[in-house]
């Protein structure tokens, strides 16, 4: 489940919008409080990742 989380944060430009999503699918999934964890890591880094390059590698 971490993986497809991962690659949601990479795809999706709408940071709010991706953690609605994943807060949604994982009250229906039953998704552990671990892999939530590991969900939120992976969009945190994605949004740091996607501002870096929005600012030309400069953070």
Do not use: C, K, N, Y
Not at 26 to 33: K, L, M, N, Q
Not at 36 to 47: G, K, M, P, T
């Amino acid at each position: 489940m971490s993986a497809w989380f991962a690659t949601l944060a990479q795809r999706e430009p709408d940071w709010a919008t991706a953690r609605e999503i994943i807060a949604e699918l994982a009250s229906e999934a039953g998704v552990t409080d671990a892999d939530r964890h590991d969900a939120d890591a992976a969009l945190d880094a994605a949004e740091r990742a996607a501002a870096d390059e929005s600012l030309g590698g400069a953070a």
